[in-house]
């Protein structure tokens, strides 16, 4: 399983660069990110590896608000079945608390999905 990293970032120029840039100095690869901004900003990434991604910016003094395992699905690329996963999890009284897209192929759509409750998650979509 994936693991979900969270960094609380102030509103400015150059704050998602300098996490970004940390984490490419330790060789560091983001696999996937969002990120979102208001007042405060925040960034969500999985990385290919967690451990020297956590340490990397620990020794850079940027505070990790959480960092948790999280859930990685393939959704059809059809209508509606975002719909339809994020339906099955509300009846097993899973809160989704990020999603997003890692890539399409011919699957269908690669996503991570942070929820409260991991095992009830995975129960629910049949993982």
């Known amino acids: ?12 120029p150059g704050a998602l660069a300098r ?7 330790a060789g560091v690869n983001i696999q996937c990110a969002c990120y979102a901004t208001g ?4 960034v969500r990434f999985v990385a290919d590896n967690p451990p020297k991604a956590l340490a990397a910016l620990k020794a850079a ?14 959704l059809a690329d059809v209508p509606g ?7 099955k999890l509300a009846k097993a009284r899973v809160n989704i608390e990020a999603f997003y897209v890692v890539g399409a192929g011919a699957d269908g759509l690669r996503c991570v999905i942070a929820v409260d409750k991991l ?7 049949g993982q």
């Open 119 to 125: 095992e009830k998650a995975k129960a629910a979509l």
């Open 81 to 87: 079945a975002l719909g339809a996963a994020a339906r």
């Open 19 to 25: 996490v970004a840039e940390t984490l490419g100095a």
């Open 39 to 42: 007042a405060k900003g925040a």
């Open 1 to 12: 399983m994936p693991t979900e990293i969270v960094v609380s970032l102030t509103n400015k």
């Open 61 to 74: 003094r940027i505070k990790v608000k959480q960092a948790k395992e999280v859930l990685e699905a393939t």
